[in-house]
């Protein structure tokens, strides 16, 4: 198992995609790349928790692949347009601390 931070992600990905002339797709691209994917994850979780059933001539894909095709699209949309994803965690991570402070019940309330 790797601990690998979302910035060595970064560097990882960009080192790979840089080693060929067409670099990153367009931002319109990547967007719709990521579309794909997000379908292909919902086809996935609809045949592992909903009622469709694979077709038997259907490709063994599996939600943890799917899920890694959309964090690899989404590391590449950062790259082209040099967004830190570690940054942008962290404040996201603040914006729900702080606006979604009270909205939830926490674990260790005692509800009585």
């Not at 994917?37 to 045949?47: I, K, T």
């Amino acid at each position: 198992m790797s601990n690998k931070t979302l910035h060595e992600l970064q560097q990882e990905v960009d080192r790979y995609i840089s080693q060929y002339k067409e670099g990153y797709f367009s931002p319109l691209s990547m967007l719709a790349r990521m579309s794909e994917e997000v379908g292909e994850l919902a086809r996935e979780v609809n045949h592992r928790f909903g009622e469709k059933p694979k077709k038997q001539d259907e490709a063994d894909n599996s939600i943890e692949m799917e899920l890694g095709d959309i964090l690899f699209i989404v590391i590449c949309f950062a790259n082209s347009l040099g967004i830190d994803l570690t940054e942008s965690h962290d404040r996201v991570m603040e914006k729900f601390r702080t606006r979604d402070a009270t909205r939830w019940t926490p674990v260790d309330s005692d509800p009585q």
